[in-house]
Each structure stands twice: as C-alpha cells, then as structure tokens.
C-alpha cells in the first residue's frame, strides 16, 4: 500500500513539474519567433536622396541591432505585384524605408529607441506593432516566475540531501533500505511517459519536450522526496 502512496505522489509531483518546464520551454522558443518577425519601420522623407547616410545615422542609435535600408524603388516593385492599380498613379508613393531590429525588447527601452529614431535628421515617420511587444513582456513576466521556480525546486533538493544524510548517519540505515526507497522512481518514469504524450497531443506552440537537464532535474528532485516519504518510516 505504502509503494502504491509513493508511486502516485511520485507520479503527480513528475507530471506538474514537468508540465511547467514543457509550458516554460514552449513559450521561451515563441518570444524567440516572436523578436524575429519584431521589426520597426523607420520611413525617409521622400525629399531626400541620401537614405544611406540616414541608415548609418540610425545604425549609431543605441539599442539599434540590426537595420536594413528598402530603397523605394524596391519597394514599388514588389507591391505592383499584389497592387496593380499603383502602376496607373504613374508616380512612387513609397519612401525609402530602414528596417531596424532592436537589442533589448524591453516596453521602455523600444519607446525610447522609437523617439531617438524620430529625432534623426531626415526622418519622417516611425512605426511598429506595439502588441508583439507587449505579448514579449507579458510573456517574460511569467518566465521570471518559472526560472524561480527551478530554483526553489533547486533549493528544495540541497536541503533533501541534507536531510537524507542526517537520517542515514542518525539511524544508520543499510543499503538495502536505501535502494528500496527508490521504489517511486517507477511512479516519475510513468509521469515522464504520460508527460511526452500529454506533449504530444497538445497545441504547444513549438511541440518542445523538456530539455536534458530538466529532465535529470526532475529525476532527482522526484527520488528525493521519494526518499524524504520514506525515510520517516524506517523498514
């Protein structure tokens, strides 16, 4: 009956903590699609011929990444393509256009690199999507939450293994014992089974699993307190 309790609970601590990191690992793969697609469109007033020298202007401002200058004939090319009627204008309506790509994603630091690139001398316009920002923060707010986790789950192992060697040298258990107090283990290989499954039929964002070490981390916290059930109640 006792190994049933142990398997079980072995069983449900393997499964919530391992859904955490497979939601963790999931949504940190989805920021990183996310800062791919982020870009911030930085128009050229259509007066001036020199969006090479406003590029590099641009290129100094801090928390600039990346830029990439779309000349406007380029970019009347590509959309006569979708838009046909702009051939009959007879004229080019767009700008000359530098893409940019930031450093840090941060709300603030985004709005204030938004106000550098609006000072730059020969800039008309700027503009980007606020709320792919906003999903980035929203979603490395719970990140924050979940690395803290990891490390109080971290915690929690440290002093187990003081505990355990305090109990052992206490009632001088033998070895036998201690490789019977394993008997959970069966119960976190089932969690880890049903944990791939459950993965698998989700709508996860990327379908990631659980990295190496999480997966030795979640071994070894689950036969710690697999021990830490058992080791009160000596054989």
Same mark, same amino acid.
């Not at 949504?27 to 007033?45: A, M």
């Not at 020199?50 to 641009?58: G, M, R, T």
């Not at 971290?154 to 201690?178: D, E, G, H, P, T």
């Given at each position: ?10 069983f449900i601590y393997t499964v919530l ?14 920021? !990183? ?58 004229? #080019? ?80 258990? #033998? ?30 964002? !990327? ?18 307190? #697999? ?9």
């Amino acid at each position: 009956m006792k190994k049933i309790k142990t398997l079980i609970i072995c069983f449900i601590y393997t499964v919530l903590l391992g859904f955490v990191f497979i939601v963790y690992n999931n949504l940190e793969n989805y920021i !990183s699609i996310l800062k791919n697609k982020f870009e911030i469109g930085v128009f050229i007033e259509k007066t001036r011929n020199d969006p090479e020298v406003i590029e590099e202007k641009i290129r100094t401002i801090d928390n600039v990444k990346q830029t990439k200058l779309s000349k406007k004939e380029d970019i009347l090319e590509i959309m006569t393509k979708f838009e046909k009627e702009i051939k009959i204008l007879g004229r #080019n309506p767009f700008p000359d256009t530098v893409i940019v790509k930031p450093q840090d994603f941060d709300i603030k630091k985004i709005e204030i690199l938004c106000e550098n690139l609006k000072k730059t001398t020969g800039v008309e316009e700027v503009k980007y999507d606020k709320k792919i920002i906003d999903i980035i923060n929203g979603i490395n707010i719970f990140l924050k939450f979940n690395e803290n986790i990891f490390w109080i789950t971290f915690f929690i192992i440290f002093l187990s293994l003081i505990y355990i060697v305090f109990k052992i040298i206490k009632y001088k258990l #033998n070895l036998i014992y201690i490789i019977e107090l394993f008997s959970g283990l069966s119960g976190i290989i089932v969690g880890i089974i049903c944990l791939k499954i459950l993965s698998s039929k989700l709508l996860l964002i !990327s379908n990631i699993f659980i990295t190496g070490y999480q997966l030795i981390l979640l071994i070894i916290s689950g036969i710690f307190i #697999n021990i830490i059930i058992n080791i009160n109640d000596p054989l």
